[in-house]
């Protein structure tokens, strides 16, 4: 298992060393600041790699929402067989190139980073080094405090008052942000369905309460350190889904609707104001002068002289 793992605690703990060496001049060496940022870099990289999945996320979750109807009529169809209603749901996946499970990818994704994280930070606090924290780098770790606590110790591995309090404000940080961003997506990214029978939005108020608690419930195991990355990760993916929410809603959803009523809005404004334009060249009113309708200036007609 270490061979395995050993390449994971050289990367996590790789990019932590050469971010602290960046930030070092500026904040100091066992600056707290300059740890707890060098983790934060990790994430902001980690999240940049990840965005690819993420697109693929977002184009799953939206053809899910397109297939809601088939996926509706085939558990009316076959409600009595649930291993033929499972066959046809795997067929409309298999056809429309989706997966239910397209939600979870960025987590997974990310579950052998934050594991490796979890081990490096762990080792810490029990003087067991891995990856590139060894000699001058394991000894600033240890002495850099983040408001106090350690950046290896966790709720339940101290007795230290400071150590509980930060560490129970970003449990609550990071129950908070993952509450929040699921309920952003449901709120204002998803189509209006029917709750009745519906998988999509039945996984979707799973995640919504069920990852919170669990986050909450195992944080207290948590070192420090990855309650920040954790905490940092979250607050990314709710703005990320705010952008894209904002400016690429999925058809049908109420930030669809509140974009084409935008829309529709700055359209009307803009004809308006070209309207006033208008005017604003002919303030009359008038198209042009009397008896010409087309805007044209009419010539003037020539006298006849008379004849003497």
């Known amino acids: 298992m270490g061979a395995i793992l050993n390449p994971l605690y050289l990367i996590v703990s790789g990019v932590m060393v050469t971010f602290h060496k960046f930030l070092s001049p500026m904040f100091g060496k066992d ?34 929402t397109a297939i809601q109807p088939h996926m509706k009529a085939i558990q009316t169809k076959y409600k009595d067989d649930r291993q033929k209603q499972s066959e046809e749901m795997m067929k409309l996946y298999k056809e429309h190139k989706t997966n239910p499970l397209a939600s979870c990818f960025p987590i997974l994704a990310q579950a052998p980073i934050f594991f490796a994280l979890f081990t490096v930070l762990n080792g810490i606090a029990k003087n067991n080094p891995h990856g590139y924290l060894k000699g001058e780098y394991l000894a600033s770790i240890q002495n850099a405090k983040f408001f106090g606590a350690s950046f290896g ?4 591995g101290s007795s230290d008052t400071s150590v509980k309090i930060v560490t129970v404000l970003l449990i609550a940080l990071m129950s908070a942000t993952t509450f929040t961003t699921q309920r952003q997506l449901m709120v204002k990214g998803m189509p209006k369905m029917d709750s009745s029978n519906n998988m999509m939005l039945q996984q979707q108020k799973i995640m919504l309460y069920v990852f919170p608690i ?9 070192p420090v350190g990855v309650l920040i990355y954790w905490s940092t990760t ?6 990320q889904q705010f ?19 935008k829309r529709a809005h700055k359209a009307k404004l803009e004809g308006r104001e070209n309207s006033i334009d208008s005017d604003d060249q002919n303030p009359s009113g008038e198209e042009g002068q ?3 309708v087309s805007g044209q200036r009419q010539q003037p007609k020539k006298k006849k002289k008379k004849k003497k």
Do not use: C, H, M
Request: charge should be positive; proline fraction near 5%.
């Open 243 to 261: 952008y894209v929410i904002k400016r690429n809603p999925t058809p049908g959803s109420p930030a669809f609707e509140e974009l084409q009523r």
């Open 290 to 292: 009397a008896g010409d």
């Open 214 to 222: 669990i986050f909450a419930v195992s944080g207290v195991n948590f």
């Open 31 to 64: 600056s707290g600041v300059t740890w707890a940022l060098s983790i934060v870099g990790l994430v902001v990289l980690i999240r940049i790699i990840l965005i690819p999945l993420f697109v693929k996320q977002i184009k799953s979750q939206r053809a899910l």
């Open 153 to 156: 110790e966790s709720f339940l």
């Open 234 to 239: 979250n607050l990314w993916t709710w703005g």
